[in-house]
């Protein structure tokens, strides 16, 4: 059975840090590449950042270049989202999510088959 299990999320001021984790389970990372995507309030899901072990590539949404990072521990089966410099927008739903798509871009929500159920950030100002 594939899972994806989400944690990390939280309450941070603005400036501040936080560090998502993406346990998987049922599939390997050979196979599927991960993408963190996230929704606000009354706003459509936004693809965020995407990592492929297969390809050796990652993908970063302009809003957070340069802020954020994504990596991966094959070992543990989990995929990290690095949060740093921390805005009110980025103030959303995290989820994260596999693709057997050989591409980390663009982000297409429906190639992705398996979602978690997503980690609340909030960022005050």
């Known amino acids: 059975e594939v899972q994806l299990v989400e944690s990390g999320g939280g309450l941070v001021q603005a400036g501040g840090s936080l560090r998502l984790a993406c346990a998987a389970s049922?599939?390997?990372?050979?196979?599927?590449?991960i993408g963190w995507w996230r929704q606000a309030p009354g706003k459509e899901r936004e693809g965020v950042s995407c990592?492929?072990?297969?390809?050796?590539?990652?993908y970063y949404a302009d809003s957070v270049k340069g802020r954020f990072t994504i990596s991966t521990d094959n070992a543990k089966n989990t995929v990290y989202l690095q949060m740093n410099s921390l805005k009110p927008e980025d103030t959303a739903v995290y989820y994260c999510?596999?693709?057997?798509?050989?591409?980390?871009?663009?982000?297409?929500?429906?190639?992705?088959?398996?979602w978690g159920q997503g980690t609340q950030v909030t960022v005050s100002s």
């Open positions: 999510a596999a693709t057997r798509s050989w591409y980390v871009e663009p982000m297409i929500f429906y190639e992705y088959d398996y």
């Open positions: 049922g599939f390997s990372f050979d196979d599927y590449a």
């Open positions: 990592i492929s072990s297969r390809v050796g590539s990652t």
